[in-house]
């Protein structure tokens, strides 16, 4: 067989043969071995296969990663930390409570009188006008990390380290800045505490009374053993603390302010009519 007419034998392969192999024998007429068919049907499973499995794995990582962002915050908090972790709160056998009387007289002659305003009495509340809080004021039974804690859950905590609001000295605050579902509906109460500037006004109504400060100073602290609730201050002034950044414990960002004015609350009057 020539060259020749070994190509004419090659090109005379069944284009519609798929997959064939060409045996030629000198002077003799090719014989084809089919070799595998194609099955479109195998195929087309084949594909659906690879399409559904690829597709299977996106979704299974996709549901992966939102699981691990939901739980990676918990296992921050209950898994067991080295001595580089920070509580929630400062140490409760580490705060410093001075205890004073309420409202020392000297104290009053520095801010106008006694006042009185119309407004229904919603109870003892803190109320941040720039950042639109309102939230609920609630005694914590004691300076006790687990007492404190149970009072997040129903508002923010204050302490009793002696000083109430308007008394001279320093009335601390603290409240969750965030936090998980079972924190409670005020886990979020100072989410936006960062965003407060100098001059700014919160209002701290207590036993029908408005005592007003004026945000003076923002700092942001690593609690140590050493940590301490400052109590004795020559002025009356509130401290708001919250954990800092958002959804860590490993800072805590304290806000202070001083009373600049306190107003009389009383309820809004009622009428009554007679026919």
Not at 90 to 118: M, N, W
Not at 197 to 218: A, C, E, F, P, V
Not at 223 to 240: A, H
Request: hydrophobic content about 45%.
């Amino acid at each position: 067989m020539t060259t020749h007419e070994h190509e004419t034998d090659i090109h005379m392969i069944p284009p519609n043969v798929p997959f064939i192999t060409a045996r030629v024998f000198a002077g003799q007429n090719p014989e084809w071995d089919l070799v595998a068919p194609i099955d479109d049907s195998q195929t087309n499973q084949a594909r659906k296969l690879f399409i559904t499995t690829f597709v299977s794995s996106i979704l299974i990582l996709a549901g992966v990663s939102l699981l691990a962002a939901m739980v990676f915050p918990v296992l921050v908090e209950l898994a067991p930390f080295g001595e580089d972790y920070q509580p929630m709160l400062p140490i409760a056998e580490a705060r410093e409570a001075t205890f004073l009387s309420f409202a020392a007289d000297p104290a009053k002659e520095l801010y106008p009188p006694l006042g009185v305003i119309d407004g229904e009495l919603g109870g003892d509340a803190i109320r941040i006008p720039a950042l639109d809080i309102n939230v609920p004021l609630v005694m914590s039974a004691s300076l006790n990390d687990d007492d404190v804690l149970e009072t997040l859950n129903t508002g923010a905590a204050l302490y009793p380290n002696g000083v109430l609001p308007g008394g001279l000295g320093n009335t601390f605050i603290s409240a969750h800045s965030t936090g998980e579902p079972w924190k409670g509906k005020f886990r979020f109460a100072f989410l936006r505490i960062n965003e407060l500037q100098l001059g700014n006004l919160m209002h701290i109504d207590y036993r029908g009374s408005r005592y007003t400060y004026r945000m003076t100073n923002k700092d942001v602290v690593t609690p140590t053993p050493e940590f301490r609730v400052i109590s004795n201050r020559p002025v009356p002034t509130v401290t708001l603390m919250a954990c800092w950044p958002l959804w860590t414990t490993s800072k805590r960002m304290l806000i202070t302010a001083e009373l600049t004015n306190v107003t009389k609350l009383t309820p809004e009057p009622t009428f009554t009519t007679s026919i």
